[in-house]
C-alpha cells in the first residue's frame, strides 16, 4: 500500500532531485530505463501516514508563513509611504 500523502512528498522530493541533476536545459530527458532503475523503499503504512502527515502539515505551515508575509511586507511599504511623503 502506498498512502496518498507519503506519495505525494515522495514524487515531490524525486522531482527536486530530477531538477537539481539537470545541467541548466530547459527540458528534463528521463527515460523509461532511469524510472525502472530506480528503487523504492517502503516503511509500513502506519509510519507512510505519520510521514505524510506530518510533512503535509508543514507544508501548511511554510505556505501560512510565506501568506503572513506578504502581508507583512505590504504593510511595511504603506507604513514607508505614509512616513517619507
Known sequence: IFEKDFALQFFEADRVRLLNSTNGS??????????????????????????????KRVDHLIAATQSRLSSLELLKKALLQDLFI
Do not use: A, C, F, N
Not at 528534463?28 to 510533512?55: A, F, N
Open 26 to 55: 530547459t527540458m528534463i530527458h528521463v527515460t523509461k530505463k532511469d524510472m525502472e532503475s530506480k528503487g523504492v523503499l517502503l516503511p509500513d503504512v502506519y509510519e507512510q501516514r505519520t510521514i505524510g502527515d506530518l510533512l
